[in-house]
């Protein structure tokens, strides 16, 4: 039995490593783009998805932004705070000279200044507005002070200071506004941990709004699934697109979500200003800058490319050529 | 190139498909399957295609026994098979010539070498003009020529087909066997379920019949088998 020629075209097909991995980059960049234009098809569908994944992520990645900037003010606002030291009676001026050199070699102390008991007494006149009352007075009620300008200090530091000057011989009180620096610190930290679990439960939801879109496209695409799978398509095959998909939902959500953002720093930035400018702070409003913006969006892609994984995962082992 | 021992197969349901099939298709040869609707041969096709496994004995194709194909193996399994479905399982969001590209797509043959694959394919059913098209704007011929192409892009060794020419009319059929008996020519094993009596006995080739799941003929129609001579 004389035979034909054989057709074996499908085994001549042998493949070098450079081959195979120019083949994968060019099948990555076809399906990368069909899906996109996929997406484009249907510019009000999409459009909505994205704008549900966008909001998702505003509202965590916008909090947490919120508190790196509340932070950074209560550093600033902590630098300019003042201590007031409170000498007793029988400290003499002199002394308290001493104390003020003594204290202003202290690293975390910027600056001290005694006032004395008289000096007390006329700046209260003169600030105060309640000159009469001290008038009549037979004797200066005032004690003599020490105002301490201290370095920046985290809640730890300042209670280190604070104890320091409580234990210095002739002082009497020291009254430091540290209860609402600590306040606001603990404020912060708490509400850095409800962002944190914000975070975590709206990147869940992208996930999750993400692969239910893409179950309605695998839905959709079903005919499409069961010809690539005769035709020799893997898993894997029948997946791309739909990863890609998601990547680009969850992609576009971030864009959407950095130009939000974008848009309220703008809204912001103005009246903040001016009232940091009245509290004598030069601190800015910080935004979300090149790295974090980087970050958005690569998170997205890859929140939006999980919650596809997730749906694949789930649907497409049950669409089988029958 | 293909054989079948012991065949049989049971859908869940109880539906006896296919009986104790036995028979052999050697390595280019060409071979009809028929039999009245429900006598089993699509089954006895979607078991070559792993779309169900057998309930009893085992299937051989180019040596492998694809009752023990493990599932991730299946895929290239059926990149060695063309195939062509009578209802061509084209996909309309796509131009003729995507649907053909799709099996080197996924074989990640490079563009180059693809685009001069579906072009020779479909120079081949005569389509090379219409391959910017939407198959939706072809006649019902010209959209099973486009499934041809696709079965035979890849070059696959077997090419099997259910019913392809179910749909047309006789010159069509005709036509589109000519086309199978070409492929035949050049060595792919082919394999065709069509209950087209008429048509298929006017060519000469082995006839399978299958009726209520067993297989009740197997005759060569004219010559000898050996003489899978070319036709004029």
């Known amino acids: 039995m004389s035979k034909p020629r054989r057709a074996t075209g499908a085994q001549q097909h042998r493949r070098t490593l450079r081959s195979t991995l120019q083949s994968a980059a060019q099948t990555h960049w076809r399906t990368a783009r069909q899906s996109l234009q996929r997406l484009l098809q249907t510019p009000v569908a999409t459009a909505m998805t994205v704008a549900v994944i966008g909001i998702a992520l505003v509202l965590p990645v916008g909090l947490l932004l919120t508190l790196d900037n509340l932070r950074g003010l209560s550093g600033n606002l902590g630098g300019v705070s003042q201590v007031s030291v409170y000498l007793e009676d029988s400290v003499s ?58 370095q920046l200090l985290d809640a730890a530091g300042a209670q280190t200071l604070l104890s320091d000057l409580e234990g210095l011989p002739g002082v009497q009180s020291v009254q430091l506004d540290l209860a609402w620096v600590e306040r606001l610190q603990q404020l912060l930290t708490l509400a850095g941990r409800a962002a944190a679990g914000l975070l975590l439960v709206l990147c869940l939801g992208v996930a999750f709004i993400t692969g ?9 695409r079903r005919a499409e699934i069961v010809v690539v799978k005769l035709v020799g398509g893997t898993d ?13 939902y969850g992609l576009g959500g971030a864009i959407g979500a950095g130009l939000l953002l974008w848009l309220g720093m703008l809204l912001l930035q103005g009246p903040a200003q001016t009232l940091l400018t009245l509290y004598g702070s030069d601190f800015r409003l910080q935004g979300l800058g090149p790295g974090g913006g980087a970050l958005l969006l690569a998170g997205g892609s890859v929140l939006g490319w999980l919650g596809a994984l997730l749906s694949v995962r789930q649907h497409l082992a049950a669409i089988e050529p029958r | ?44 096709l979607k078991l070559l295609m792993v779309m169900e496994k057998p309930s009893q004995g085992q299937i051989l194709v180019d040596g492998r026994n694809l009752g023990r194909l493990p599932r991730q193996q299946i895929p290239f399994h059926r990149r060695r098979i063309g195939v062509v479905f009578q ?64 079965a035979v892009v890849n070059r696959p060794q077997i090419l099997l087909a259910d019913e392809p020419t179910g749909n047309l009319d006789p010159e069509l059929a005709a036509e589109i ?3 199978f008996e070409q492929f035949n020519q050049v060595g792919v094993s082919m394999l065709i379920a069509s209950h087209d009596l008429s048509l298929i006995t006017r060519l000469q080739h082995r006839i399978l019949t299958l009726d ?11 010559a000898e088998p050996a003489a899978r001579r070319p036709r004029p």
């Open chain 1, 93 to 150: 001026a002199a002394q308290a000279e001493t104390l003020v050199q003594e204290l202003e070699q202290r690293e975390d102390v910027q600056q001290a200044r005694y006032v004395s008991p008289e000096e007390g007494a006329e700046e209260f006149i003169a600030y105060s507005g309640l000159g009469d009352v001290l008038a009549a007075l037979s004797e200066n009620p005032l004690p003599g002070v020490i105002v301490l300008t201290p």
């Open chain 1, 212 to 220: 239910n879109t893409i179950r309605l496209a695998i839905e959709g």
């Open chain 1, 236 to 248: 894997a095959d029948v997946a791309l697109p739909f990863l890609y998909c998601g990547a680009f």
């Open chain 2, 1 to 44: 190139m293909i054989r079948f021992d012991n065949v049989s197969m049971r859908y869940p349901g109880g539906h006896q498909a296919l009986n104790q099939v036995n028979f052999e298709l050697a390595d280019g040869e060409m071979a009809f399957l028929t039999g009245r609707s429900g006598a089993g041969k699509s089954t006895l």
């Open chain 2, 87 to 150: 209802d061509h399982q084209l996909l309309f969001d796509r131009s003729v010539f995507d649907n053909v590209a799709l099996p080197l797509q996924i074989e990640g043959y490079p563009k180059h070498e693809a685009d001069r694959r579906v072009r020779a394919a479909l120079d081949k059913v005569g389509l090379l003009r219409k391959e910017k098209m939407n198959p939706q704007q072809l006649s019902g011929g010209e959209q099973q020529r486009v499934g041809i192409a696709r």
């Open chain 2, 177 to 179: 066997m000519q086309l």
């Open chain 2, 212 to 222: 209520q799941g067993s297989l009740v003929q197997d005759a060569w129609q004219g």
